[in-house]
């Protein structure tokens, strides 16, 4: 975990997939990534399931985030179609 600290990058913030993505799971609820979802974090401080997004999107809605994504901003940062900077 220190290396992945120490490794930050800020630059890969702006292309981070939780910006433009969500993971939704079989029973229809909704989450930042998959990786989130895998921990059981919900997309808000109450589970959001996606036939309440379908009825109104938010503008901006905040990330859950925890020391696993520095697995997303360190080095080159990481994504599911890859690395984020060159
Ligand atoms: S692990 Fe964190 S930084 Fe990576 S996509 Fe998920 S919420 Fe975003």
Redo the contacts with the bound molecule.
């Keep these: 975990m220190n290396l992945l600290k120490q490794s930050y990058q800020p630059e890969n913030l702006e292309q981070?997939?939780?910006?433009s993505?969500l993971s939704v799971d079989w029973q229809g609820y909704v989450y930042?990534?998959?990786?989130?979802q895998m921990l059981d974090?919900p997309l808000t401080a109450n589970s959001t399931h996606l036939s309440q997004l379908l009825k109104k999107m938010p503008e901006a809605m905040a990330?859950?985030?925890?020391d696993?994504?520095y697995?997303?901003?360190a080095g080159q940062g990481?994504?599911c179609t890859g690395v984020l900077t060159n």
Excluded: Q, R
């Design positions: 981070l997939m939780c910006k993505l930042d990534c998959d990786f989130n974090m990330i859950s985030v925890a696993h994504c697995g997303c901003t990481s994504s």
